[in-house]
């Protein structure tokens, strides 16, 4: 059931964002992982919502930033020692799973529904990855790929859902990894549609996601000559018979809007004991004419004619741009393009710290479509929201802490700043020192 969200409720971003992340269960959770292993300084639920919710704010995107939210959050003045050293790998396990509960419970409550149009199917997913380039010391972990000159990588791949407007799964790879080995076909796809690019672009995927019950829309690859079988569609005059040819031999002089047949492909299918043999399936091919870029655009799918109207698997595809909107929103506004590290567990946490913001972010989201429903909904775009989110992050950290109970001391923060404004290099010669006290 979908939850009703009122302007009336006084505390409800910060109520919701705690029924998302219960402090009981983070300090579980802390203490399953190993990253609190006894009472300390550190709070794990303080530490928490300073990682997530103070690295949506540019000015605390390092270690020492993320310890001065830290510090105000808890009034405590910490060594320098007792806050690097928790960026551990049990730092890393307990960001990870913070991401995972987030997914599932984000999961129950989609932030949109599917048009009439899309009612047969679950859902619309989307599958991609970016690259995020590391210092060359991590080239042993996260090895790229072999014609780049900067020698380390690490690939974010991202399903993302349509429904729930957000990732659906995150995972870790190194960047040479080749791009199918993200993506595991399963049962899970059924009645789901997957909206794939080249990278993927495989026919034992495409036939293991309709064995599973699923669908999928892809370009097709440029040299990729399938045998035309039947025309979905019958166009007066003299047009030409394209069925028994090949889809290149069509194309060469095809004047049609829209080229929407049913073809055969053939390819290698993995057999007992590792051995391969010859086999066959047939998909949808759709081409439809775009007067811009005076070509055609070419998609392959099982989505039959009954299901999807060929002008509208293309324009589906176009759905893909969610991804990419998800990526922008994590490189430019959470800075995650830039990793200033070598230390590979605080490469990886920031990298979960990362996607744990975009998920608090994203599940805000929800809540203002949900506030302001009819015509203005379509307007509050994900980009512009990650804007306003990174402007007002830190006063919405210092909300969450005071619903929690903990509220913060002027007098702290003004010791901390204190601290950090002292030079560091006690020795260093200052030139106006002579003139005046």
Not at 64 to 91: C, H, M, Q, V
Not at 106 to 116: V, Y
Not at 376 to 401: C, H, I, M, P
């Amino acid at each position: 059931m979908t939850r009703q969200y009122s302007f009336d409720d006084k505390n409800l971003i910060e109520r919701t964002l705690c029924e998302l992340f219960p402090p009981e269960w983070l300090r579980d959770k802390a203490k399953e992982t190993g990253l609190i292993k006894r009472e300390r300084k550190i709070d794990p639920v303080i530490m928490f919502w300073t990682l997530a919710i103070g690295y949506g704010t540019f000015l605390q995107r390092t270690l020492a930033g993320l310890k001065r939210n830290y510090e105000s959050a808890s009034n405590l003045i910490l060594s320098d020692s007792s806050w690097y050293y928790r960026f551990t790998p049990e730092l890393v396990t307990f960001l990870r799973e913070c991401v995972s509960h987030g997914l599932e419970h984000l999961a129950k409550e989609p932030n949109r529904t599917l048009s009439d149009r899309l009612s047969p199917f679950e859902d619309v997913l989307i599958q991609d990855s970016t690259i995020i380039r590391l210092h060359e010391k991590l080239a042993d972990i996260w090895p790229a790929t072999r014609s780049r000159k900067v020698a380390a990588g690490v690939k974010v791949a991202v399903l993302t859902s349509a429904i729930a407007s957000g990732p659906k799964s995150v995972a870790l790879f190194s960047e040479n990894t080749n791009e199918l080995k993200t993506l595991k076909i399963g049962p899970w796809i059924k009645d789901r549609i997957l909206l794939i690019d080249l990278g993927f672009y495989k026919y034992q995927v495409f036939t293991r996601i309709k064995e599973n019950g699923g669908y999928f829309v892809s370009r097709l690859k440029s040299n990729a000559n399938p045998l035309i079988i039947e025309s979905y569609r019958t166009h007066r005059g003299r047009s030409i018979d394209v069925r028994g040819k090949q889809l290149q031999d069509v194309l060469k002089n095809l004047k049609r809007q829209v080229l929407d047949v049913e073809v055969e492909v053939t390819f290698n299918r993995r057999a007992y004991r590792g051995k391969e043999k010859k086999d066959s399936e047939r998909f949808r091919l759709v081409a439809v004419y775009n007067e811009d870029e005076d070509k055609y655009h070419l998609y392959i799918t099982n989505l039959s004619t009954d299901l999807l109207k060929a002008e509208e698997v293309a324009r589906l595809y176009g759905a893909r741009w969610e991804v990419e909107i998800l990526f922008k929103e994590l490189k430019s506004k959470y800075a995650l393009d830039v990793v200033p590290t070598s230390n590979p567990q605080v490469i990886e946490a920031f990298i979960w710290i990362a996607i744990l913001t975009l998920l608090i972010s994203r599940k805000i989201y929800t809540i203002i479509r949900r506030l302001n429903p009819g015509e203005k909904v379509v307007r509050f775009t994900q980009l512009r929201w990650g804007t306003v989110f990174s402007e007002k992050a830190n006063y919405l950290l210092a909300d969450v802490l005071e619903y929690l109970g903990l509220d913060t001391s002027f007098i702290t923060s003004l010791r901390i700043s204190f601290s950090e404004a002292l030079d560091p290099h006690v020795n260093r010669r200052r030139y106006t020192e002579e003139w005046w006290a």
